[in-house]
């Protein structure tokens, strides 16, 4: 069975850092798109940032930009989303998504795999 594992979440204070990983069971997602949606408590899932297969589309909800950057490593086994600059509305629980059809979408409901999530708490 395909899973999606991340790791990498904690705690900082606000203008920290961390660098959140995603590490796909399966070769399969070398040919997926992989994004990293963001829930905080009382609100929906929103997409944080996405990567195509090759990284030929790469996207980040305004929120992030400048901040966060998403990459893989060569074989899209893992993805990574390095976060600078964290900021308390940042706090979330992070989720790894992989989706066959190869784009950035930004509605959870279309990606097939998810990750199990990973915290993310930033103090102030």
């Known amino acids: 069975q395909v899973q999606l594992v991340e790791s990498g979440g904690g705690f900082v204070q606000a203008g920290g850092s961390l660098r959140l990983s995603c590490a796909a069971s399966?070769?399969?997602?070398?040919?997926?798109?992989m994004a990293w949606f963001r829930q905080a408590p009382g609100k929906g899932r929103e997409l944080a940032a996405g990567?195509?297969?090759?990284?030929?589309?790469?996207y980040y909800v305004d929120a992030v930009k400048g901040r966060f950057t998403i990459s893989t490593d060569n074989d899209m086994s893992t993805v990574y989303l390095q976060m600078n600059t964290l900021q308390p509305e940042d706090a979330a629980i992070y989720y790894c998504?992989?989706?066959?059809?190869?784009?950035?979408?930004?509605?959870?409901?279309?990606?097939?795999?998810w990750g199990q999530g990973t915290q993310v708490t930033v103090s102030s």
């Open positions: 998504a992989a989706t066959r059809r190869n784009s950035v979408w930004r509605q959870s409901e279309d990606y097939e795999y």
């Open positions: 990567i195509t297969k090759n990284a030929g589309t790469i």
């Open positions: 399966s070769r399969t997602f070398s040919n997926y798109a």
